[in-house]
């Protein structure tokens, strides 16, 4: 079975707006920590990036096994 266009498009978008969600919430979440001097909200802030990320790997080899 072939992955359609319909298919790519939709694993974009729902990879930018989970990433972009997820992410978004672990960076205000943990800069808020660090404004209140919380320091433990640096564990929030540094891997919100990678975790976005990997939202969107994980979406995207999910696309993949049905090839």
Not at 2 to 17: Q, Y
Not at 20 to 39: A, D, E, K, R, T
Not at 40 to 56: N, T
């Amino acid at each position: 079975m072939a992955v359609t266009r319909e298919e790519i498009l939709v694993l974009g978008l729902t990879a930018g707006t989970m990433g972009s969600l997820v992410g978004g919430l672990m960076l205000g979440i943990g800069l808020g920590l660090v404004v209140n001097n919380v320091h433990a909200g640096w564990v929030l802030v540094l891997p919100a990036a990678p975790v976005a990320g990997l939202l969107g790997y994980w979406l995207a080899r999910r696309l993949a096994k049905k090839i």
